[in-house]
């Protein structure tokens, strides 16, 4: 009950944004391919009155991609973002978003001045609260339409260059679903069944963490919006050895049903969530877009996967392999490198030799893989939360890219500037974001960006957070208790004044004076099953 009045009462709040802006979806602005939404802070566009930001051309990377992809001006994502806009917001100073009416990652307050870090904690590390509120944004960001962004569902070509725009209202959870699918499409050659599968624009190269980082960022920052609640972080799952799915219970992601194993229990909330963007074969077959309509319920049956897929879940000397390896990337920096820490940490190396082209999938891949359902496909994975958190599989992935950062301390120019596959080069803006966001600024410590994870703190930091956690967790079990004590002390008086007062009137009646006694109504000599038998008469 107390997790539908939170979200109920979140409902109240102003919805978010994320992707196309509203503001630049028409005939006029796709025509003029320029998107630089008025900040109604001071209504100027890119707040540049108060200094935010300004509107500016976009200026894109000319470096040579990798020979993976062999067609140019094919795709709507190449040289992102400048097939439907070559002018939009540069911001200023700590500002951020599509109108610089945002702060930057890891700033706060009014004008973007305070500089705070976030800490992300283990899911199982959280109090009884934090669970609770975690599982409610959840539910609520699946529930709450965007109010400032929308999701494509047609080509540029298909909209006949803006003349036609093909744009659809999106839940603020759908909207990341359907980005996670549109970075990681087929590219679409023109008819049915004519697509080019050996390509992703947010997979299989070296932009897959920076990608996955923003990614996150941009999430954790959209709930914020949404609830009001500045200090929200998403949590993770440290799924190493684990041998089962620890996160599958009815608290937090959802157990299996017990009629269909395949399916979410309905105890759970996402037992009633519905998946979009999940039937990438049919699209390339058709050759089309997601167009955002439910496609079914949230599937997912941990640990009954095809092992000639992955074995299982990963294990802790997987991922200290894997972060001993001194690359980040190499070769032609796809699913082929070898001793490469990305390909192995994305699952297409192999977590004990270091050589691409693994026969099974490992790491992050193995993962997908072993739940089994809607998780399983990479373009529709983003519709189980799993991948959200514990990403939880996502969010613990990058736990690795960051101790590798730390370990190995490379500098930036360690990122790829050139040859990577499309999309990929540290220049490259990251498809769909708008804001725009370049792959190679991301390749650089958490905090820098305002967050840590408590996996990463020290140990004495760590202790603290956990008896913080431990002591909210008391904090609510005596509350509770104080609650019921009252209410037993109340009952219980409540109870002896009620025995009293009939204490007091039984002694009254037998201390009163009692009139003669009164003989009873004898009516007749009817039998004793007569109802009139007999009356007795009260003085």
Sequence with gaps: MSLILLTFSLQLLKSTYEQFPRQCITREVLGSKECCPVWEGDGSACGARSGRGVCGDVVVSDQPDGL?????GIDDRERWPTVF????????????????????????????????????????????????????????????????????????????????PMFLNVSIYDLFVWMHFYVSRHAMLGGTNNVWRQVDFGHWAPAFLPWHRVYLLRWEHEIRKLTGDASFTIPYWDWRDAQDCEVCTDDLMGSQSRLNPNLISPSSVFSSWKVICSRAPEYSM????????????????????????????????????????????????????????????????????????????????AVHVFMNGSMSSVQGSANDPIFILSVFLLSHTIVYIIQWLRRHQPDKSHYPTTNAPIGHNSE????????????GDYFLSSKDMGYEYSYLQDPGQQFIDNVASYLEEVRVLWLWLLGAAVLGALCTSVLAIWLAAVRACVLQRTRTPRGPEKQPLIISTDTEGSSDSYRAMMS
Excluded: W
């Excluded at 955002?292 to 000397?317: C, I, Q, S, Y």
């Design 85 to 164: 806009f070559n002018r939009t917001c540069r911001c200023l100073q700590n500002f951020m978003g599509h109108n610089c009416g945002d702060c930057s990652f890891g700033y706060f307050g009014t004008n973007c001045a305070e500089r705070r870090e976030s800490i992300r904690k283990n899911i199982f590390h959280l109090s009884a609260t934090e669970r609770q509120k975690f599982i409610s944004y959840l539910n609520l960001a699946k529930n709450t339409m965007s109010q400032d962004y929308v999701m494509a569902t047609g080509t540029y070509s298909e909209m006949n260059n803006g003349t036609m």
């Design 428 to 439: 490259y803006y990251m498809a769909p974001f708008i804001p725009l966001y370049r792959n």
């Design 286 to 365: 058709r050759g089309v877009l997601c167009d955002g309509r439910e496609e079914g319920p949230l599937l997912r049956n941990p640990g009954k996967h095809d092992r000639n897929l992955a074995v299982g879940l990963p294990t802790a000397a997987n991922v200290e392999f894997a972060l001993n390896l001194a690359q980040y990337d190499t070769g032609d920096m796809d699913i082929t490198a070898n001793m490469s820490f990305r390909n192995t940490l994305e699952g297409f190396g192999d977590p004990q030799t270091g050589l691409g082209s693994a026969a099974k999938l490992g790491m992050h891949a």
């Design 68 to 72: 993976q992809y062999p067609f140019k």
